[in-house]
């Protein structure tokens, strides 16, 4: 008898989605998809929903796979994170987080924008298969790092500004 927890052949297949390569975001959207999927389906549907989705990657995705003999959704998963995931290692963006000023031609919204962006990477590089709990804590611990990062190397005037806020 079916687990009624689970989802049938029809409605997994239904919630594949379509990938193309792209960003780090469309990556993590991706596979928190297919992480239902495969978490929803019994151990025998596994093969056919690997099927399923290697026939909806399209582009980028698509080339990634094209000529590899993928056998598991693990193997699909790292094979993905590797080449379409962040490019740079914890220790790098954490470096170039802890280090960023704003330049002297950069308005205050570049600069912001460009710590938001490397706070949000290495957010993700150090959430990678960590439980809800744990990613509260460390997308926390990065933000309120980031805002003092953000404070310390923006131009002394809004600098002061901001401090008084």
Same mark, same amino acid.
């Given at each position: ?12 297949? !239904? ?13 993590? &959207? ?78 205050? !919204?570049?600069? &912001? ?16 298969? !960590? ?35």
């Amino acid at each position: 008898m079916a687990n009624p927890d689970q989802l049938s052949l029809e409605g997994a297949i !239904k919630l594949v989605p379509s990938f193309s390569g792209g960003s780090e975001s469309d990556l993590a &959207s991706f596979l928190a998809k297919c992480e239902f999927i495969f978490k929803s389906i019994p151990n025998t549907l596994k093969p056919i929903i690997l099927e399923a989705i290697i026939t909806q990657l399209k582009g980028n995705a698509f080339e990634a796979v094209r000529y590899k003999v993928i056998t598991t959704w693990d193997e699909l998963k790292n094979l993905f994170k590797t080449i379409f995931g962040s490019a740079h290692s914890v220790s790098y963006l954490q470096v170039q987080l802890s280090q960023m000023r704003q330049n002297s031609k950069e308005s205050v !919204k570049e600069f &912001s924008i460009r710590i938001e962006k490397t706070a949000h990477e290495l957010t993700h590089a150090l959430t990678v298969d !960590k439980d809800p709990a744990q990613v509260n804590i460390i997308a926390q611990t990065v933000q309120a790092h980031a805002l003092s990062v953000f404070i310390a190397g923006v131009s002394q005037t809004i600098g002061i500004i901001v401090k008084l806020v």
